[in-house]
């Protein structure tokens, strides 16, 4: 193997390894960003939920 072919499959094997690298990358952020929308819908269903509590308080205040 002469130097230009040394040099060729380094620097395929470094576009390889970015690759791979930027792959992981974009899954753990794929992964973040599933995280956060499970949790903003998790806490829009809690204050949902706390809205729809204080709406019944009032109606049950209002017909006592």
């Known amino acids: 193997m002469d130097n230009s072919e040394k040099a060729s499959f380094q620097a395929g094997q470094a576009k390889g390894q970015a690759q791979e690298k ?23 269903q809690q ?5 729809q509590g204080a709406c019944d308080a ?7």
């Not at 204050?47 to 809205?51: G, L």
């Not at 009032?58 to 006592?64: E, H, L, M, Q, R």
Request: zero cysteines; aromatic letters at 0%; glycine letters at 2%.
């Open 22 to 44: 930027s792959s992981q990358m974009l899954e753990k952020a794929k992964d973040s960003a599933q995280s956060a929308k499970e949790s903003l819908q998790e806490a829009g």
């Open 47 to 51: 204050a949902q939920a706390k809205a």
């Open 58 to 64: 009032v109606k049950d205040s209002i017909n006592k």
